[in-house]
Nanobody, 114 residues
Framework: QVQLVESGGGLVPAGGSLRLSCVAS????????TRWYRQAPGRERVLVAS???????AYADSVLGRFVISRDNAKNSLYLQMSSLKAEDQGVYFC????????WGQGTQVTVSS
């Protein structure tokens, strides 16, 4: 069984910061690519950032320069450092781990007040 558990979401003022974490109960986590997605109410789930098994990162244009994705294979963990938060960053953030198959966490809510 594979389990992904996200944490770190919450309420933050515009311009503030949050750090999201995802801990994966999975064998050979180091062989999987990892991604963060966001889903706002009534909208489709969109890719926010990714970091593959080689450490190559990619970001959505909307978060470039503000978010940093990272991973710690020794801890089976994925992180998203979010800075200069805006209202449009709001939504449920999901951790995704993929190889020949993919797995999802339950999500963590991020709310930006203004």
């Amino acid at each position: 069984q594979v389990q992904l558990v996200e944490s770190g979401g919450g309420l933050v003022p515009a311009g503030g910061s949050l750090r999201l974490s995802c801990v994966a109960s999975i064998i050979h986590f180091d062989l999987y690519g990892t991604r963060w997605y966001r889903q706002a109410p009534g909208r489709e789930r969109v890719l926010v950032a990714s970091i593959d098994l080689n450490g190559t990162v990619a970001y959505a244009d909307s978060v470039l320069g503000r978010f940093v994705i990272s991973r710690d294979n020794a801890k089976n963990s994925l992180y998203l450092q979010m800075s200069s938060l805006k209202a449009e960053d709001q939504g449920v953030y999901f951790c995704n781990v993929y190889r020949h198959t993919e797995f999802w966490g339950q999500g963590t809510q991020v709310t930006v007040s203004s």
